[in-house]
């Protein structure tokens, strides 16, 4: 039982992440080719985020977009050195291994310091993600559940937003975009 249990889990731990990269590809795609943009920049990790700002309308909030990750990333590997070198073993046992918690108190400063840059970071990308919600509501004029759901579940909503044909990209100002154009030229 035990077998097909782990078995089950290993499974769920490779699928699943694959499944996520894949809807969040696949709606990016289908989102930049409403608002005219090639589907292909949706492959490219910091670009498509670049052209969704651009999109939204936002690009000045694509850079503190970009410098919010820089923080989180560095505040992660300070907080991952500090556990490799066993700097963090007080907050889970209560003592270092000798029984004395006072032994490496002088990097206890840089490491609080270092969480609370990361949480600043955190709020920080949390208001330059609602903007970007708040953008991409306005270019394709999306209910207030589509945008919070942008929000919390980005990727699951980029790919309603995307594959729904109710939602047109307007570029904020109520004119279809080109690609809707063309399409009712044909027509």
Not at 41 to 69: E, G
Not at 97 to 119: H, M, Y
Request: with cysteine; aromatic share 14%.
């Amino acid at each position: 039982m035990i077998e097909i249990t782990t078995l089950l889990y290993d499974i769920i731990e490779s699928v699943l992440p694959t499944l996520l990269l894949a809807l969040s590809i696949i709606g990016s795609w289908l989102v930049f080719e409403k608002a005219g943009e090639k589907g292909w920049k949706a492959m490219i990790p910091f670009y498509s985020d670049f052209i969704l700002f651009k999109i939204a309308d936002r690009k000045k909030w694509f850079i503190l977009h970009i410098i919010m990750y820089i923080i989180i990333a560095l505040a992660l590997v300070v907080i991952l050195i500090a556990m490799l070198f066993g700097l963090l073993y007080f907050l889970t046992l209560g003592t270092f291994a000798n029984g004395t918690i006072f032994e490496n108190v002088a990097w206890l400063p840089i490491i609080l310091t270092t969480c609370i840059c990361g949480l600043g970071a955190c709020v920080c990308e949390g208001i330059a993600r609602y903007h970007l919600c708040k953008g991409l509501q306005c270019a394709f004029d999306l209910p207030t559940g589509i945008a919070v759901g942008l929000f919390f579940l980005p990727d699951v909503f980029l790919f309603v937003v995307g594959y729904n044909n109710r939602f047109v990209y307007t570029s904020g100002d109520g004119a279809q975009s080109v690609s809707e154009n063309a399409d009712t030229h044909l027509m």
